[in-house]
């Protein structure tokens, strides 16, 4: 953790320690690892320059495919907040209670690794429980400072439930802490490592006094129950252990957190700052366009977040391995729309413009709100790799050979065989191949 000097006026565009993540530089408005099972074909585009190119981004969809292993429907939670670990953003989740929030972020941390931080929010939740309690032996030297190891101000990934629940002066402390990065309380001035905040609610609030608040997190996503259509799936998934995290590279992480490979945060802070040199002129056009539509639709979408919109067109493009973001890049968009009814008009609205939106990384989160024949095709490229390398030998007899069938008449429900995406031929010749007498 770095000291700033309290006389010094601390400037958020300014390089962070070395600790940190290297967060996106924001254009003006003027001018604008291996996979969850094998490697999937199809990846376009060049690489991001200085190694943050398709050997980091696989690496952290493999971390995020592990975390959602295991959980039904709640794949895009633990893809979204990669997104927006890379792009310097944070994220709000809103559902009923019981969905899985909690757990979707908390494995993903996980397996990202780093300091972890989880609370949940109350009327009198005091400042202390977050930000850490009043440093003793300076106050006995007359000087008001806080002793925050092991707390949120320097945590890599943080979560907290119920947010909006904070008392004025949590929210206000962690208004700061969220736009720049910075811990300022009394004496005390911190660069914060913070990539990613995410926080959860039953609900959005209706208080307009919390509205400043809520906009610090950009990206948004509304989760349902698991349809009944999955209920089997789900009560099968919740008698098996959770997933392991890999082992650690040199210990565990500091202040208990899960260990995980030192190196994977590193691939983080790589992506996060091919971001913010990702070339962006290309598609600034399309992205101009689809905001005015938004906003034309009825679709708040205030200056602050258009802007900031390109942070996460930024790093849906270094994760899918490309340093020049394209059109591929705009199913990010509908996650700015501000509730789950805008959300769902933001897709119908841009349905034209990210028709062609995919990322060979985080397959369920660009085919869930694109919606988009490429992005499904991605994702069942994944699973059936997923399968193939599960199941590819029959190890589980008839139960395995019905999981390979099932993903075959998925693909050749959504395909013509005759007219497969590159990304699928392949992956459909050797189901095929698996689940064909011998």
């Known amino acids: 953790m770095t000291d700033i000097p309290a006389a010094a006026s601390p400037n958020p565009a300014a390089p962070r320690p070395s600790a940190s993540p290297a967060s996106p530089a924001i254009p003006s408005a003027a001018a604008t690892a291996a996979t969850a099972a094998s490697p999937v074909p199809g990846r376009g585009g060049a690489s991001a320059p200085g190694g943050a190119g398709t050997a980091d981004a696989d690496l952290v969809a493999a971390a995020v495919a592990a975390a959602g292993r295991g959980m039904v429907d709640r794949e895009v939670v633990a893809e979204v907040v990669a997104l927006c670990a890379v792009a310097g953003e944070h994220l709000l989740v809103v559902g009923a209670p019981g969905t899985a929030k909690s757990e979707a972020v908390r494995r993903v941390a996980g397996q990202l690794g780093g300091r972890y931080f989880e609370y949940l929010l109350g009327r009198f939740t005091e400042p202390n429980e977050l930000f850490g309690p009043v440093d003793l032996r300076r106050l006995r030297e007359g000087r008001v400072e806080f002793e925050t190891r092991g707390m949120l101000p320097e945590a890599d990934i943080a979560f907290l439930d119920e947010v909006f629940l904070g008392s004025t002066a949590v929210l206000n402390t962690l208004l700061g ?10 004496g005390t001035v911190l660069a914060s490592p913070l990539r990613v905040c995410v926080g959860a609610a039953n609900h959005l609030p209706e208080d307009p006094g919390l509205a400043a608040f809520a906009d610090r997190f950009l990206a948004r996503l509304f989760v349902e129950p698991v349809a009944d259509a999955r209920l089997e799936e789900l009560l099968e998934a919740g008698r098996r252990p959770a997933p392991a995290l ?13 260990g995980r490979p030192t190196d994977l945060l590193g691939a983080l802070d790589r992506l996060a700052a091919a971001a913010g040199t990702c070339d962006l002129t290309e598609v600034t056009p399309a992205v101009a366009t689809a905001l005015r539509r938004l906003r034309a639709a009825g679709v708040p979408v205030s200056d602050r977040r258009a802007v900031r919109s390109q942070r996460l067109v930024a790093a849906a493009a270094v994760l899918d391995g490309r340093d020049r973001a394209t059109t591929r890049d705009l199913w990010v968009l509908p996650l700015i729309a501000p509730t789950a009814d805008a959300q769902a008009l933001a897709r119908d609205t841009l349905a034209d413009l990210i028709e062609k939106s995919a990322n ?14 490429d992005a499904r095709a991605e994702r069942l490229a994944r699973s059936a790799a997923a399968l193939l390398a599960e199941h590819g030998a029959l190890p589980g007899g008839a139960d395995s050979r019905l999981r390979l069938e099932g993903a075959l008449r ?10 497969l995406p590159a990304v699928l031929a392949g992956v459909r010749a050797d189901l095929v191949a698996a689940v064909s007498p011998t």
Do not use: K, T
């Open 410 to 419: 998925e693909i050749d429900a959504g395909f013509d065989p005759d007219d």
């Open 360 to 373: 060979h990384s985080l397959v369920h989160a660009a085919e869930e709100m694109s919606r988009s024949a």
């Open 246 to 258: 890999l082992p650690p590279a040199d210990g565990a992480a500091a202040h208990g957190a899960p």
């Open 177 to 186: 802490l969220l736009n720049e990065r910075v811990f300022r309380r009394g």
